[in-house]
């Protein structure tokens, strides 16, 4: 049997306009973040959803409550949550005698979970450990993926996918040099665990046009275990990047653009007959019949 959805109704003017802005869209709005706590959570994780939170804001939720949640068991009362602050993205933090300093990330997908992982937390150095200059509060980070795993594992891809999501902001078609401040660097060693570093990207003079660019490490720095995972099969994950037809570029046959930036075009004609061409009608054109035509005897 399928799942047969209630349709809500507006009652207000308010109500109407919030139904809008959650209808879906041909360009989406930037994803939210919605952070969660657990019936435990430590200062020490506490503190790591904190940093997390200001490196994200103003584009995520911070909930103080703390939440009688298990994801992994049944995430019904999350998609809930999810749903009633409109976030697309979650963080729940917990902590257990069984399972230390445990974070879960994922992300939802027609109101219903669609990637779970479930990491530990370790070697976390806050914000304010680092005695730097930070930088501007909701400037667009530059993201890098370290290792050759990212791309190797099946896994590891879905969990670059996720965190491409929860750190990228609004997508803009170009790129200001002074405006690129900040480096988040996910690295993957080894024995997979994930090290998040964040750095200030300073540039400096060089002495020809390209400045020197130097990385200042500005905090938060954290290690990520991977525990447990939740995904969603391949099937509804395709679906869920599927993109509206109006997004979608028609590729032009035979139109190329050069290096100038003109454009060309290429037409292909079929044989043509040149002996039954439609010309213009002249009378030094026209052909003459073989009875008007004068022998010409030689003399």
């Known amino acids: 049997m399928g ?28 994803k939210k973040t919605l952070f969660l706590k657990g019936r435990k959570a430590s200062q020490y994780l506490q503190n790591v959803m904190k940093d997390l939170y200001l490196l994200k804001s103003p584009g995520c939720i911070m909930r103080n409550k ?25 963080m729940f933090g917990s902590h257990t005698k069984k399972r230390p300093n445990n974070l879960i990330i994922g992300c939802t997908y027609d109101e219903h979970i669609l990637d779970m992982f479930e990491f530990e937390v370790t070697n976390f150095k806050s914000l304010a450990e680092f005695k730097n200059e930070k930088v501007t509060q909701g400037i667009k980070p530059c993201l890098i993926f370290s290792g050759p795993i990212w791309e190797q594992s099946p896994q590891f891809t879905r ?7 929860c750190f990228q902001r609004e997508q803009v078609e170009a790129i200001r040099l002074q405006g690129l401040e900040h480096v988040i660097n996910f ?7 994930i090290l998040f570093r964040s750095y200030r990207i300073q540039l400096k003079k060089s002495g020809c046009k390209t400045p020197r660019v130097e990385l200042e490490e500005i905090g938060p720095a954290f290690d990520l275990t991977l525990r447990r995972t939740k995904e ?6 395709k679906r869920s990047l599927k993109q509206p037809r109006e997004l979608k570029t028609t590729v032009k046959k035979n139109v190329s653009r050069d290096k100038l930036g003109s454009t060309h075009g290429r037409v292909h004609l079929g044989k043509q007959n040149i ?25």
Do not use: W, Y
Not at 159 to 165: F, G, T, V
């Open 275 to 299: 002996q039954k061409i439609q010309t213009r009608k002249m009378k030094g054109l026209k052909k003459s019949s073989k009875k008007n035509k004068k022998v010409v005897k030689k003399v």
């Open 3 to 30: 799942v047969i959805k209630r349709v809500v109704k507006p009652v207000t003017h308010k109500g109407k306009k919030v139904l809008q802005s959650r209808a879906p869209k041909i360009i989406e709005d930037p």
């Open 159 to 165: 969990i670059k996918s996720l965190l491409i999501d």
């Open 232 to 237: 969603a099969s391949d099937d509804l994950f």
């Open 187 to 193: 690295i993957v060693t080894p024995d997979n665990k």
């Open 66 to 90: 703390k939440h009688d949640l298990v994801p992994m068991e049944d995430p019904t009362l999350l998609e809930i949550l999810t749903k009633r602050n409109d976030c697309s993205l979650f």
